[in-house]
């Protein structure tokens, strides 16, 4: 089951914030994923702003992308609004990229 989470978590890191230049799960957009023994993968989610162009988009790329992964059934992605995204949430990787 790790190695599948791995490979979900490689995918996700192929998507970018279209205005920022760092990907999503860097950015801490992505607050959960769990894989169920059925190969269903749950995946909770936040934009940098309800406002955000991309709010519709944005996450049909996620959920495409997990889809392309050998061996998963489905994808149910959840938009979470709490708590909200602060920069505190992105990584040290990311934080080095925008030079914060």
Do not use: H
């Amino acid at each position: 089951m790790d190695d599948l989470k791995e490979k979900i978590i490689s995918e996700i890191k192929k998507i970018y914030d279209p205005e920022i230049p760092v990907n999503i799960f860097e950015l801490g957009l992505i607050y959960k994923i769990e894989v169920n023994e059925d190969k269903k993968v749950f995946i909770e989610m936040t934009l940098t702003s309800p406002n955000c162009p991309v709010a519709e988009s944005l996450p049909n790329s996620v959920k495409e992308n997990i889809l392309k992964i050998t061996g998963i059934k489905d994808v149910d992605l959840k938009l979470v609004w709490d708590p909200p995204w602060t920069k505190e949430k992105m990584s040290e990787a990311a934080k080095l990229e925008l030079n914060l």
